[in-house]
């Protein structure tokens, strides 16, 4: 039984019914033991291997439920043959039939379980009536007892299955709150990195703007001067500075992925950057896939960092971008034509290597996704990166 809230009066019920048959047993043996007839003896013995049948039955209904329906009707079946015989020699075990109400409707399900005790209840009423004489008490008690088993039977039956409802529910409520917290992370992320783009804009990027420009004019204002290529050079370094504090910012502004979408931006940036600075890429990203926005969003850095890499160090024309989802699972793929690289020693490179750095922030990304990043690189070989990951619901 998988545990849950209600765990505990599962256990109770069970562990009364199997009290409540083992007494009424013992009210047989020690009936047959202090009002000795002809037949104690086979009594005797046939409630021991009735006890001991039930007992066997734990490894068939309890912690052997894995071995098969079949075999655990074979033991009912073998259970109630003995209850009949035993009932044959004394009417006490006209008592055992409550307990075998509930184990036929736990076994046999709602339908032939019934079925099972009405068959049962008529058999514990003739018994009575042929060892004792026909009497109200012993036609009406049984069919009280069956009654009121059945009712307790199938609220047993109810109350498991609203357990099980209830635990599925609840299992629903954890994911969601983990999904939305994690959204929650993923927006407060995306806003602080909103927050760093506009100060960089107004404040580091402006000034060096500024500066290249007041060098500019230097410049311009005596070209012929001594020193004057110290201000070109000063002009050229604030140049580049200022191009290092754009690109900053363009991968710190989140991207608006509600309308184009992963596919949609990643030809947008093939077409508008990296095809002005020669790298061809192909995508291979269908619109029609649907992915939470914080793992587009993820796949989205996953893939400008790698294709600066490409641009930067691998000597690059082509390159090739994929995705391929799986039931549950999806691959993110990244190839170039580039010169390649030993893939270990890049990994473990000092962090002040750029392409290193790449490297070790993309794999810290998807970890922090939950899942795996790949390398495959060789020297002159090209470079695959391959990322696994678990597709989230879009919800």
Known sequence: MAHSALTPVFVGLRTGLHVLFAALTVLVVVRAVFAPSASSVVTLVLAGVLIGTYALGGLFVGAGAGRGPMLRRVWLGVLTVE???????????????????????????????????????????????????????????????AGVALLIGLGYQALAREAAQREALMRELLATRGQLAASEHEAGVMAERSRLAREIHDTLAQGLSSIQMLLHAAERTDPERPGVEHIRLARETAAANLADARRFIRELTPPNLDDEGLGG???????????????????????????PMHLQTALLRIAQGAIANVIQHADASTATITLTVHDDRLAFEITDDGRGFEATTAVTAPPRRSDSFGIRATRERVDQLGGTVTIDSAPGKGTTLMVDLAREPTS
């Open 83 to 145: 209850w009949v015989a035993l009932l044959w020699l004394t009417s006490e075990a006209a008592y055992l039939v409550f307990p075998l109400f509930f184990l036929f409707l736990h076994l046999l399900g709602r339908g032939w379980g019934s079925l099972a005790i009405a068959a049962a209840t008529a058999i514990a009423i003739a018994a009575l009536g042929i060892h004792g004489g026909w009497s109200v008490g012993g036609v009406v008690g049984p069919l009280v007892g």
């Open 265 to 291: 931006a990643l030809r947008r940036l093939a077409t508008s950057q990296w095809a002005a600075r020669g790298l061809d890429v192909d995508i291979r990203v269908s619109d029609t896939v649907e992915l």
